[in-house]
Nanobody, 114 residues
Framework: QVQLVESGGDLVQPGGSLTLSCVASGSIDGIYAMGWYRQVPGTQRKLVANIITGGRTNYAKSVEGRFTISKDTAKNTVYLHMNNLKPEDTARYYC????????WGQGTQVTVSS
């Protein structure tokens, strides 16, 4: 079983930056992709960015050029570096581990507001 714990969410002003972290523990050997998703109440959870074994990354068009996903294998941690944040980036951000079974973290809230 895999456990994912996110952290780093905060209230930030438009144009600001934030880095989210997702630490994986447990039976992580079967995970082939890690991703960040976000969800606004009343809407579907959507992919923000993911990173696949081998290092290939994918981004939602709305965050390309502003967000960067990275991983530290030694720390079993995936990061989401967010720059030039906009009010529309406000959401709860979830980490997802894809393997034989998909695993989700509990989420961390990001609020972009002046």
């Amino acid at each position: 079983q895999v456990q994912l714990v996110e952290s780093g969410g905060d209230l930030v002003q438009p144009g600001g930056s934030l880095t989210l972290s997702c630490v994986a523990s447990g039976s992580i050997d079967g995970i082939y992709a890690m991703g960040w998703y976000r969800q606004v109440p009343g809407t579907q959870r959507k992919l923000v960015a993911n990173i696949i074994t081998g290092g290939r990354t994918n981004y939602a068009k709305s965050v390309e050029g502003r967000f960067t996903i990275s991983k530290d294998t030694a720390k079993n941690t995936v990061y989401l570096h967010m720059n030039n944040l906009k009010p529309e980036d406000t959401a709860r951000y979830y980490c997802r581990g894809s393997g034989l079974v998909d695993t989700w973290g509990q989420g961390t809230q990001v609020t972009v507001s002046s």
